[in-house]
């Protein structure tokens, strides 16, 4: 059975950094590429970023780009969302989600449907 369970979200001040991480069972991550993907209330989903198997790849949304940042460990299956200089906005549940990739260091187009699977998500919460 495969699982991605999200850790590490929590409550921060504006201005505040955290680190959710993404750990994945039942599969084998290097053969994913993995993304974070956000959802703040009354709001669609959003894209956040995105991390090729191989690591070297990164991709982000624009309004988080130079803020936050995706690595992974593949040896402990695990990826994680490096947060900084945190916003109101920033605001949401954050979910981890991955899909096979033929590519080790290339990220393909991949709308957010594509993503084949999902963890449960973890509330990240900027507040004064």
């Known amino acids: 059975q495969v699982q991605l369970v999200e850790s590490g979200g929590g409550s921060v001040q504006p201005g505040g950094s955290l680190i959710p991480s993404c750990a994945a069972s039942?599969?084998?991550?290097?053969?994913?590429?993995a993304g974070w993907i956000r959802q703040a209330p009354g709001k669609e989903r959003e894209f956040v970023g995105r991390?090729?198997?191989?690591?070297?790849?990164?991709d982000y949304a624009d309004s988080v780009k130079a803020r936050f940042t995706i690595s992974r460990d593949n040896a402990k299956n695990t990826v994680y969302l490096q947060m900084n200089s945190l916003k109101p906005e920033d605001t949401a549940v954050y979910y981890c989600a991955a899909y096979p990739s033929p590519y080790a260091s290339v990220l393909m187009a991949r709308r957010i449907d594509e993503y084949d699977y999902w963890g449960q998500g973890t509330q990240v919460t900027v507040s004064s």
């Open positions: 039942g599969l084998t991550l290097d053969d994913y590429a």
């Open positions: 991390i090729s198997r191989s690591g070297v790849s990164t």
